[in-house]
């Protein structure tokens, strides 16, 4: 019991500083973040820091690997519920649910998001390799529904409209702040949810 409780402990704390350091990095940049600073955010000294990671590089190879692992898992779930022998075997209505499960990942992780595209260069070679590679299996898995409905189109015109597609939807955590996408309330976040939802759509299947 003690051990299983201790082990918790190392996981929530795990958990909270990858979420702080997620953070940080995207408010000051990850060159501007101290280990110091790090421990501070989920109070423990900074040597603390080497108990959970190796280094300050660890922890962010950590942070976007766990990232596109998370995106990766979520959408082979979402195929997998789509498969050939299910209902609901409808590339429209995949494709959809690809671009709303993409889409709320931005918005509940937009720290990550903005690491994400800021400090991939950050990562050692390995690292860096790992999460491109997650990366690239994620494209092609939408690239997959996107041919099934449109047929006609190239391997290149695909893959534009794709990584447009991604571009958009990750841009909105750097939009969060701006006047038009400041919403109040639920139904005017919904509202935008299904703005950006309706155009991403759009430059994938026209």
């Avoid at 409780?5 to 909270?16: I, L």
């Avoid at 400090?119 to 494209?139: F, G, K, M, T």
């Avoid at 695909?158 to 919403?183: E, M």
Wanted: charged letters at 25%; aromatic letters at 4%; proline letters at 5%.
């Amino acid at each position: 019991m003690t051990a299983t409780w201790r082990a918790t402990q190392k996981a929530n704390r795990r958990t909270a500083l990858m979420e702080s350091a997620a953070r940080l990095f995207a408010e000051r940049g990850f060159a501007a973040v101290s280990t110091t600073d790090l421990g501070e955010a989920v109070g423990m000294s900074g040597p603390a820091l080497y108990k959970h990671f190796a280094s300050k590089d660890a922890l962010l190879a950590e942070i976007l690997v766990d990232a596109s692992e998370r995106l990766l898992a979520g959408c082979r779930a979402i195929l997998a519920e789509a498969g050939p022998e299910s209902s609901t075997a409808d590339p429209a209505q995949t494709l959809e649910r690809l671009v709303r499960f993409h889409l709320e990942f931005a918005t509940t992780d937009p720290d990550v998001i903005r690491i994400q595209d800021r400090e991939l260069p950050s990562l050692i070679p390995e690292d860096n390799q790992a999460v491109r590679r997650l990366q690239r299996e994620y494209v092609q898995l939408w690239d997959g529904v996107l041919a099934s409905l449109r047929p006609e189109l190239d391997d290149g015109e695909r893959q534009v409209r794709l990584l447009g597609t991604f571009g958009l939807l990750n841009s909105t955590p750097h939009s969060a702040d701006s006047a038009p996408l400041r919403t109040p309330g639920a139904a005017d976040g919904q509202r935008a949810g299904d703005i950006l939802a309706g155009m991403a759509l759009r430059s994938l299947i026209g």
